[in-house]
C-alpha cells in the first residue's frame, strides 16, 4: 500500500496561500530548494526509493531507518583557498541536505543500498507481503 510511505515534512497543513508562495519560491529562487529528487516504487515484497544525489562521494551519503522513518542525507563540503578561481556564478552547493520519508511494514534488518553514477537505491523489504 503505497500510502503507508510518505515524505516527512514539518508543515502546517497547506492553504492555497502556502500553495502559491511554495510555488513562487520554487519557481523564482529555485537555489532555495534543500532537498534532492527521490522516486518511490513499491513492489509486492518491498519498497525501493531512488535519490538522485549527483556529484556526491559514497563516503558523504547516510542512510538511517530509525522509528518507521527512513532518512538520507549528504553532506558536501569544499574548501575555498584563494588558488581557485573567483566565480561569477556558483549554483553548485555546498552544505547539507536531507529528506525523511514514513515508512511502515519495513523489514529493518535487511535494507540494503547502492550508489551508483549518481543514484542511490535503497530497498527496504517488507515485514509482510501485500497479496
Not at 79 to 95: D, F, H, Q, T
Request: charged share 40%.
Amino acid at each position: 500500500m503505497m500510502f503507508d510511505l510518505t515524505p516527512f515534512r514539518r508543515r502546517r497543513d497547506l492553504s492555497p496561500a502556502d500553495f502559491g508562495r511554495d510555488f513562487i519560491r520554487d519557481f523564482l529562487y529555485p537555489e532555495f530548494d534543500l532537498g534532492f529528487k527521490a522516486d518511490i516504487k513499491e513492489k509486492p515484497t518491498e519498497y525501493i526509493v531512488e535519490a538522485e544525489l549527483p556529484g556526491v562521494n559514497k563516503e558523504q551519503i547516510a542512510v538511517e531507518f530509525r522509528d518507521n522513518t527512513l532518512t538520507i542525507s549528504a553532506e558536501q563540503n569544499e574548501e575555498i583557498n584563494e588558488e581557485k578561481p573567483n566565480y561569477v556564478r556558483r549554483e553548485r552547493r555546498l552544505g547539507s541536505i536531507k529528506r525523511r520519508f514514513y515508512v511502515e511494514n519495513v523489514n529493518s534488518e535487511k535494507i540494503g543500498a547502492e550508489y551508483k553514477d549518481g543514484l542511490l537505491t535503497v530497498t527496504l523489504p517488507k515485514l509482510k507481503e501485500d497479496n
